[in-house]
Structures are given as C-alpha cells and as structure tokens.
C-alpha cells in the first residue's frame, strides 16, 4: 500500500514526459528507450525496498535505485505542469470556441511542439544535476572558511584553528581513493584540533570495518574529538534484542577509540595552552521532533566554570535554537551537522543560498549568531539516501577563533 501513492505520481507524470518526447520526435527507438527505462526505474525501486535488506537501509543498490528514481521524477515534474496547464489552455479555448462559434482552429501542432521542447528543456537541468551529483557531486569536497571574534578569547588562543567535519555515514561509500583524498584535506588544513559531531555511521558499527585505517590517519596537535548523532545509536534497523542493539552502540564506541577519536558522552574536557584553557563541552544527540534526545546538556557542563571560553559539540542544530541560546551558560560557539543541507541546493557565496531543508531547519547551513553565540552547521562529509549532492558540496570547516570584538 505505501507504493500505490508514489507510484501513481510517477506513472502520471512519466505519461506526460512520454507525452512531450512523442511530441519532439517521430523517432519511435528514443520512445522505446524512454518507456523501458522509466518502467526499469520505478521497477527496480520497488525490488529494492521488497528484498531482504533492512528497510531503514538506504546505501549501496537502494541508494542508487533512489538517485535514479528521483532523477526521473524530477524530469517528469517539471514536464508535467508544463503540458498540463497546455492542456487546460486548450480545453478552455475549445469550449470558448463551440459556445461562441468561433471557426478558427484553437490547436496548433507547431505551438505544442514549442511548449514541449521548453518543457524538456528546463526539465534537463534537474535531470542532468541530480544524475551529476551521484557521479561527481557526492565527493566535490570543499574547504570553507571562517574568522571569529570574541573579546573574552583566551589570549594563548588568539589564531587557535579548528577543522570541523559531521555526518561521515560511512555506510554509504564506495570509493576508497576518494575518501582518502578528503580525509588528506582536512589533515591539510594543519589545524591546531578536530571536531566530528556525529553520525559515524548509517545504522551498524560494522560499516566502519573498512574504513577505520583510513579515518584514523586523522590528526591533529590537540587531537580528534567527537560526539553522537542520530543515526549512530542504530535506532533505525530492527535488532533480534535490546542487547544486540546496546553491543551495536558499545561497539560504535569502541572503533571511535581504536581511530584515535575522544568520543564525548555528555562530558567535557579543557584544551589548555600557555596556562590557559578552552572548555570543551560534547553532548549526545539532542533532536527536536521526533529525534532521540540523550543529549544532557546540564551534565556534559559539570565542573565548567562560568567565565570559561566554550566549545559546544551537538549533533543536531536544533538543539542549540530549543536549548543552548538560552541556557543560563554562555556557549560561545556551536559545532553542528545533522541536516546535509539536504544535500540539494543553489549556493552562490554572497548571493544566495537555499535549499528545501530551510523549511525543517531554521539554522541549516553555515555560521549563524543569535545573543553574542555562534554556530557553525557543516553540510557534512558523507551522504545518506541520495547518493549524490546537487549544490550542497560534503564540507570540511575551518574556522579561525580571533581575538576581539564581535562583528554585527
């Protein structure tokens, strides 16, 4: 029953692509073409989600077969408004035409092979951009920049840099080389520390095996910390017992220790340099909605002083608009991942930035401040569901704390 609904949205708006193909082109192969790879789609979408594998699984053949589907969905949708409101144009015209008695002919075959042209034109551009970003976009790594001011910056931290990286779902990859590559970059950027703030894996610890000696090449002077998110405590895949699933999550733990990362489970710790020192705060994942909230905020800051400089790690940035804003301590910069900036977007720096995610997330991508408090929401590393990104790039920050006043 729940494919019936998706199923006939894609089966009514292939009709109308079908439609303007036929239009363009008498070429009856380029038809064939289009209907067996339509039906080979939406086919192969629904083998996926019948088979064995568990149905909260999203990477491999279920990722693709989800690229694919939304590629082809998008290039019907935007055909199918398009042809639909030709259609009604028409309708209304005949039924002005037979009650007026108007003779002219309210049809023109030259002017429907105009629309549908258009149509396919502009429903290219999605086309072509999601099927891009499964082949190139998913691992277009891009290192963004940031300066900070505080006035009540530590002075041995004036300059001090952090590489912040979220979201690596391991479980989704299938390139070693490329992983590599980025695992390199952040090492590159010889910042002084780095974060992780979650979401190590999809939804098993196993999906780490391969890839441990790879993400344990991460270094840093002051070392590699991180924190939980969502997807790593394995709430998303049915286990035989509440035990297999808790030795899933101390597992998860485990191989954060083995690649040298300082996992934080509602802790701090103090980064300390020339007799002065940065609190380091590291909460579980605290989500708004229906997200597992493990996250203590209150319990991660015991033993912090108030005067203390503060790095806050949290998974999901609604955490820091529902809790931390307002929280009696001062938290002057959030690390935050979560929502991959939908891993679908326009961004153009000084221009504009958007993405569909802004409608869930009111903090979703980049640096924010709100009461003299920043965060910073990586786009994250890796990729879930959609194997691909479209405008939304995997990011790796770096952000630079400076000394001085706040800029407005």
């Known amino acids: 029953m729940r494919w019936i609904i998706p199923a006939l949205i894609y089966v009514l708006t292939t009709v109308y692509g079908f439609q303007a193909l036929k239009t363009i082109t008498k070429n009856t192969w380029v038809h064939y073409v289009f209907l067996i790879v339509s039906l080979l789609v939406i086919g192969n979408l629904i083998y996926q989600f019948n088979t064995g594998a568990e149905a909260r699984n999203l990477s491999g053949a279920r990722g693709y077969a989800i690229g694919f589907f939304l590629s082809f969905l998008a290039f019907n949708l935007i055909i199918t408004p398009i042809l639909l409101g030709e259609d009604i144009f028409r309708f209304l015209k005949g039924v002005y035409t037979s009650v007026f008695g108007e003779k002219q002919p309210f049809y023109l075959p ?5 629309i549908s042209q258009i149509a396919i034109g502009l429903a290219a551009i999605p086309f072509s951009s999601l099927l891009y970003g499964m082949y190139k976009g998913r691992y277009n790594y891009k290192v963004l920049k940031y300066t900070l001011h505080f006035p009540d910056l530590p002075d041995a931290f004036d ?3 952090l590489s912040h990286i979220s979201d690596i779902h391991s479980g989704s990859f299938d390139n070693k080389e490329k992983i590599g590559y980025a695992v390199d970059l952040v090492n590159e950027q010889k910042s002084d520390v780095i974060f992780f703030t979650g979401d190590l894996v999809n939804n098993r610890a196993s999906e780490m095996y391969e890839w441990k000696d790879t993400f344990s090449k991460l270094t840093a002077k002051d070392g590699v910390f991180s924190v939980l998110g969502n997807h790593d405590y394995g709430d998303y895949v049915q286990w035989d017992s509440a035990k297999d699933k808790k030795d899933n ?3 998860l733990k485990a191989i954060q220790k083995e690649i040298g990362f300082d996992l934080l489970l509602n802790e701090n710790r103090y980064l300390e340099k020339d007799g002065e020192r940065l609190a380091l705060v590291g909460v579980e994942n605290w989500g708004k909605g229906g997200f597992k909230k493990a996250g203590d905020l209150a319990k991660a800051s015991k033993q912090i002083e108030a005067n203390d400089f503060k790095i806050l790690l949290s998974h999901d940035p609604s955490h820091w608009a529902e809790k931390v804003i307002d929280d009696q301590n001062h938290y002057h910069l959030t690390l935050s991942g979560h929502t991959h900036g939908m891993q679908f977007g326009i961004e153009i720096p000084g221009w504009i930035k958007w993405s569909p995610v802004k409608w869930r997330y009111r903090h979703w991508a980049g640096i924010y401040k709100e009461k003299g408090q920043y965060i910073n929401v990586n786009r994250g590393f890796g990729y879930l569901a959609y194997p691909g990104r479209v405008g939304i790039w995997p990011e ?13």
């Open 110 to 114: 030259s002017r429907r092979k105009f």
């Open 396 to 408: 790796i920050t770096v952000i630079e704390l400076k000394k001085g006043k706040q800029i407005a």
């Open 159 to 161: 300059g001090y840099k």
């Open 249 to 251: 999550l101390d597992e």
